[in-house]
């Protein structure tokens, strides 16, 4: 499914705002605003090769949110390569990380050196992904909008600068793989 041909297919962080400039100002906002602890970049630059292959659509709320958080802490590791396919370019592989049965992005997909698979996270943390449930009766039967609790998500994001991102990732390469490289 992903090998290195496939997954050498996305673009690098930088590529990507190059293609979509109009994104580029929220990035920046969400890179800034994220602080990366030395502990879990240690972690990860000692792990071994990592491979993280990024599902998304340029556009998207969580995707400007989360993918910068993502940026930061990997930035610049020689062991960590992150690259980003658009969801509707490779129906094929997004359709393997399904959320509840959709095509909810972004999903972030974590490999070894060999391209074997760790593990996924995505689209959202945990307890804004329990927001937006609650939410979701209340979208589908038109009582609020889909677009107000993206707001609502917005703010969650602002008031947590990356941190729970980054725990739910450090958790889930822990878990994953990071016990068996020591």
């Given at each position: 499914m992903i090998d290195k041909n496939r997954f050498e297919q996305g673009y690098t962080f930088n590529e990507m705002l190059q293609k979509y400039p109009d994104q580029l100002e929220?990035?920046?906002?969400?890179?800034?605003?994220?602080?990366i602890q030395d502990d879990d970049?240690?972690?990860?630059?000692?792990?071994?090769?990592?491979?993280?292959m990024v599902l998304t659509i340029p556009w998207?709320?969580?995707?400007?949110?989360?993918?910068?958080v993502l940026?930061?802490?990997?930035?610049?590791?020689?062991?960590?390569?992150?690259?980003?396919?658009?969801?509707?370019?490779?129906?094929?592989?997004?359709?393997?990380?399904?959320?509840?049965?959709g095509r909810a992005v972004p999903k972030f997909v974590f490999f070894d050196g060999e391209f074997n698979e760790l593990g996924n996270w995505g689209p959202r943390p945990k307890s804004f992904q329990d927001i937006f449930e609650q939410y979701r009766p209340k979208i589908k039967s038109g009582e609020i909008s889909k677009e107000t609790v993206h707001q609502i998500l917005r703010k969650e994001y602002a008031k947590d600068r990356g941190k729970t991102i980054i725990r739910e990732m450090m958790e889930l390469l822990t878990k994953k793989f990071v016990h068996s490289k020591f």
């Open positions: 929220l990035h920046q906002h969400h890179y800034n605003k994220t602080a970049r240690n972690l990860i630059k000692n792990a071994g090769d990592l491979n993280i998207c709320g969580d995707s400007v949110a989360t993918l910068p940026f930061k802490l990997v930035e610049g590791l020689d062991n960590v390569k992150l690259r980003i396919l658009e969801r509707d370019d490779h129906p094929d592989i997004m359709d393997n990380y399904l959320t509840n049965g």
